[in-house]
């Protein structure tokens, strides 16, 4: 598995490297195809934010979904703790839910079950800057201003909206963007007020009308 630790507005010292190389190998328990983990550590210099001033970003890159955790505290040290609970709890999450779907995937006939379908050739993914590699992020300055735009590109497949609630979850993120399997067309669950969550949904056969 590949540890890729990168600093964002500071440097990361070596000892602290290693450190993240000891802590992370956890992970491998939980996720052994983990084909590679993104460690993003960053500083707020203001002074009013001392207390969340360091911030530590985990990504697991896996054949299955992105899971994704980050935590912010006046170390990195403990930043990196809380992100990796995080993250751990979250791998454990996504083990449990393989486990109940290859149980009940055993429990349907064999004449029920689905036939795999073939995936259709997709181009591979561009930005105005060029090709990119799924899951990593490319920051570009907008025109002559000081806004940065960070842009990521994740291969899409059809899922139900139940599925992207929960890989919205293993990401930790308000929202989550997907293909829904009922109507293949793209739509995005986000989070509401307490435990509702929302769905907005996009017909692309709409055509421009002059």
Request: charged fraction near 30%.
């Amino acid at each position: 598995m590949e540890i890729a630790v990168t600093g964002r507005q500071r440097d990361v010292s070596a000892k602290f490297r290693d450190h993240v190389e000891s802590k992370v190998t956890k992970i491998e328990q939980l996720a052994p195809r983990a084909q590679r983990v993104d460690v993003l550590v960053s500083h707020e210099a203001n002074p009013r934010q001392a207390e969340t001033s360091d911030r530590v970003e985990l990504t697991v890159i896996d054949k299955g979904p992105v899971v994704r955790a980050e935590a912010s505290a006046s170390d990195p040290y403990v930043a990196l703790d809380l992100a990796l609970d995080k993250l751990l709890e979250r791998l454990r999450r996504a083990r449990d839910r393989r486990k109940d779907h290859r149980s009940a995937a055993r429990r349907v006939p064999e004449a029920a079950a689905p036939q795999p379908s073939v995936p259709a050739e997709v181009p591979e993914p561009q930005t105005e800057s060029g090709p990119v590699v799924l899951g990593e992020a490319v920051e570009t300055v907008l025109g002559d201003s000081p806004v940065v735009i960070r842009e990521k590109v994740y291969p899409a497949r059809p899922m139900t909206i139940d599925d992207a609630l929960y890989e919205m979850e293993l990401v930790g993120h308000p929202f989550f963007l997907f293909i829904d399997a009922e109507t293949n067309q793209p739509a995005v669950v986000y989070s509401r007020r307490g435990w509702t969550y929302g769905v907005i949904k996009l017909d692309s056969t709409v055509t421009a009308t002059v």
